[in-house]
Structures are given as structure tokens and as C-alpha cells.
């Protein structure tokens, strides 16, 4: 739930998802489930000579299980509040272990 919880905050902000197949798509966040699918709007991919097929298209659907990397906006990534986060959640895992 942590990432899903860091990419709902990232809505509406430019984001550059690469796939597993290699390919790279830039575009908006337009939403994200709890399995980290992916909408996005307004794309256009890094390599149009390799993809020509995705040049007439703006939105897609990404499913989160042939998503490699996700980069992000530096400047919209509060590293923080994520390590703050993370060592919460880190902490309330450790507690619900049963020895």
C-alpha cells in the first residue's frame, strides 16, 4: 500500500513509465489502482522510429505486472515523507510477525 499510496499523490503530474518489452511511454498520471495499473493521458513514446504503431495514440492502460521503472519528477518526490513512510511501515510489519 506504500506505493500505491506514493503514485496516487502523483496525479495529474508528467511521468515516464518504461515496460518490460523496452518500451517507453511519457505522459500524464491519470490514475493508478492498488495493483499499480496504470492510466495515463496525452502520451507519446521516447522511440517513435521503433513504436510508429503508438504515434496515433493518447491514452493507455498499463497493467502494473510489465512495468520495469517509473520515473518520476524530481522535484515532486518528497524522499522524506517516502522514508518516513517506509520505516513506518517497516515497523507495523515487524509488529504483526508472530514469533
Known amino acids: 500500500m506504500l506505493f ?6 502523483l496525479v ?3 511521468v515516464v ?23 495515463m493521458t ?5 522511440d517513435p522510429e521503433k513504436y510508429p504503431h503508438m504515434l496515433s495514440v493518447k ?4 497493467r502494473g505486472s510489465v512495468v520495469r521503472y517509473v520515473q518520476l519528477p524530481a522535484d515532486e ?3 522524506q515523507l517516502l522514508q518516513d513512510a517506509a520505516h513506518f511501515y517497516s515497523e507495523e510489519k515487524s509488529l504483526d510477525t508472530w514469533p
Open 42 to 46: 496525452d502520451i507519446s513514446v521516447t
Open 4 to 9: 500505491y499510496s506514493f503514485f496516487k499523490s
Open 12 to 14: 495529474g503530474k508528467d
Open 17 to 39: 513509465v518504461e515496460l518490460k518489452n523496452d518500451l517507453s511511454i511519457c505522459g500524464t498520471l491519470h490514475s493508478v489502482d492498488q495493483y499499480l495499473n496504470i492510466k
Open 59 to 62: 491514452n493507455c492502460f498499463i
Open 77 to 79: 518526490v518528497d524522499t
